[in-house]
């Protein structure tokens, strides 16, 4: 099962991936998280990304590809993969195409999660109390919310018009969400 999930800031793609991460025992491949650990770590790559991840804006294409790529060659997808902040722009999304083409694993479906914006800004001041992630600032929030509408949002036409979207309500407990999720992708499912 190759699923990428889609939804703005806050909507709940790293709270569900873990859990499908579990049912479907397919690797969580979350791009911001690989960032987070090379910023952490203080890698070249990580020292380049620190201050734009933080002011909430995109990393650069060929940087985030470069990452995906390795992370995608790496033998544990071979049976399929969760996407979680990738693609985040139409020139992410037709990289991944082109890139899934060649390996001959195209992504079979893509779930977008849908929550209203005032409930993410109250979600993510949430997590900036719990955890204090440096982008759940509410300048950086604000920004990362504009960024999204902006250069991610058509990504969901894009995989719209290959009759590939799932799009579900977001909102409700984690559980209600995370049933409505495998009612999307059962039809593509080998467990569950
Ligand atoms: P990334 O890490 O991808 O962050 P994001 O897209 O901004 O999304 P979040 O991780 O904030 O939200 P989420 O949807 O995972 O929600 P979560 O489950 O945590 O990207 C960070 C940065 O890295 C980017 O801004 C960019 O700089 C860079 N980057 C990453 N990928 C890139 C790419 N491809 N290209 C360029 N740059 C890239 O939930 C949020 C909160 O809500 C949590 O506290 C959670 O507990 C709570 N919650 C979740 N579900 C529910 C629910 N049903 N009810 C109540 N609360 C809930
Ligand atoms: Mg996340």
Redesign the pocket.
């Known amino acids: 099962m190759r699923l990428v999930?889609l939804?703005?800031?806050?909507?709940?793609?790293?709270?569900?991936?873990?859990r499908l991460r579990e049912h479907l025992q397919v690797p969580h491949i979350?791009?911001?998280?690989?960032?987070?650990a090379a910023v952490a770590a203080g890698t070249s790559l990580g020292l380049q990304?620190k201050a734009?991840?933080a002011?909430?804006?995109?990393?650069?294409?060929a940087?985030?590809l470069g990452m995906?790529e390795e992370r995608l060659t790496q033998p544990d997808t071979r049976n399929g993969f969760i996407l979680?902040?990738?693609?985040?722009?139409l020139a992410?999304a037709n990289a991944l195409d082109a890139l899934l083409t060649k390996i001959d694993q195209p992504m079979d479906i893509a779930v977008q999660?849908d929550?209203d914006q005032d409930?993410?800004v109250d979600?993510?001041a949430?997590?900036a109390k719990?955890?204090g992630?440096a982008?759940?600032s509410p300048e950086?929030v604000r920004n990362?919310l504009k960024?999204?509408e902006e250069q991610?949002a058509p990504v969901v036409d894009f995989y719209r018009n290959q009759g590939k979207l799932a799009h579900l309500d977001?909102?409700?407990?984690?559980d209600?969400?995370f049933n409505r999720i495998l009612e999307a992708i059962s039809p593509h499912a080998d467990v569950g």
Do not use: C, H, W
């Not at 939804?7 to 873990?18: E, L, N, V, W």
């Not at 002011?55 to 294409?61: I, K, M, P, T």
């Not at 977001?170 to 984690?174: A, D, E, H, P, T």
């Open positions: 999930l939804g703005a800031p806050g909507s709940g793609k790293g709270t569900q991936a873990t979350s791009t911001g998280e690989l960032l987070r990304a734009v991840m002011a909430g804006n995109l990393v650069s294409d940087i985030v995906l979680d902040g990738y693609p985040r722009n992410q999660l929550v409930l993410l979600r993510l949430g997590r719990a955890e992630r982008d759940d950086a990362r960024v999204y991610t977001g909102v409700g407990s984690l209600e969400v």
